[in-house]
């Protein structure tokens, strides 16, 4: 258990294709105050993103390096890759008393769950399962296996929305990112 006050902290999530990704974009260009934590991952670069910024791209060893130091608040592997939360940012912020928030996948939410049963998760929802199937296949940056895993991992995680505080419907991307700003704002709840 950490001794840090988690209740300023937020996480995202939601299945893959609902447009998490979307949504932390558009907060990072209009509204640069909000603090995201940059998460570390050991896939590889897409075009257009940058080290550092988008994600800290690492090697395999390097990511098990962190796990063994106990540098992850939250890690989880997700589809052929690992994805980790780096610690000590998040902490510095918490311990400011400022708010920050984390996009994450399911199981990553559920680790910040338990080691910080403050924080507020908010579940990023599909309008429709046909408008889930559409996003995920129509970013074309995936091939169909990996589609088809990825889906698979959607229709489960979306059975998750009763264990999350809030749930936001992502039918605009701005509609999304102004509802998920005013919650960050919102005032602190009580400890689960
Ligand atoms: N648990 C965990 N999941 C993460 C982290 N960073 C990103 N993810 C999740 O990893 C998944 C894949 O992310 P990414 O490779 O960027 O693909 P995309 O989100 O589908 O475009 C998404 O569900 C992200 O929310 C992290 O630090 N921890
Ligand atoms: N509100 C929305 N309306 C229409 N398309 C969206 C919306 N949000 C995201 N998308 C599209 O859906 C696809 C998946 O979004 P992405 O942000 O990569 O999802 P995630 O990070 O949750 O996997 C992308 O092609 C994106 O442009």
Known sequence: MSSINAQRLTVLAGPSGVGKGSVKALIQQHYPWVWLSVSATTRSPRPGETDGVDYHFVSHERFEEMIAAGEFLEWASFSGNLYGTPRGPVERQLEAGLPALLEID???????????????????????????????????????????????????????????????????????????????????????
Do not use: C, Y
């Open 106 to 192: 399911l199981q990553g939410a559920r680790q910040v769950r338990v080691s910080m049963p403050e924080a507020q998760l908010v579940f990023l929802a599909p309008p429709s399962w046909e408008e889930l199937v559409r996003r995920l296949t129509g970013r074309g940056t995936e091939d169909a296996a990996t589609i088809e895993r990825r889906l698979s991992a959607a229709r489960e995680e979306l059975t998750a929305e009763p264990e999350f505080d809030h749930t936001i419907v992502n039918v605009s991307v701005e509609q999304a990112a102004t509802e998920l700003v005013e919650l960050l704002g919102s005032p602190v709840k009580a400890a689960h």
